[in-house]
């Protein structure tokens, strides 16, 4: 279950994080003379003066977090299930029926 949920959470942020990198950019920039224009604006000045790397930069703190944290809630929400419905599916159908 730890594996399942810390794979699930890398795997989120693996795609999610260049939106997150465009995100904090434009959030960053000052009122008063803004850098970018918009969220395209945005991903091309920076891939442009950076490269594709600066989407990614820093990943690697954010995918140890996800693997710990997502394990960690996934496994607490399966055994939690399993507390609060013991039941088996199998045992659901055959007493429905």
Known sequence: ??????CA?????????PLDVVK???????DASPKYSGIVDCFKKSVQEEGLAV????LGTAVS?????????FSAY???????????PD???????
């Open 1 to 6: 279950m730890l594996t399942a949920g810390g």
């Open 24 to 30: 904090s950019r434009l959030q960053g920039q000052g």
């Open 65 to 73: 977090r996800a693997f710990l944290v997502n394990g960690a809630i």
């Open 78 to 88: 399966e055994l939690a299930l399993r507390c609060f419905f013991p039941e088996t």
């Open 55 to 58: 989407l990614w930069r820093g």
């Open 9 to 17: 959470g890398v795997a989120s942020w693996v795609v999610c994080y």
């Open 91 to 97: 045992q659901v159908l055959n007493t429905a029926s």
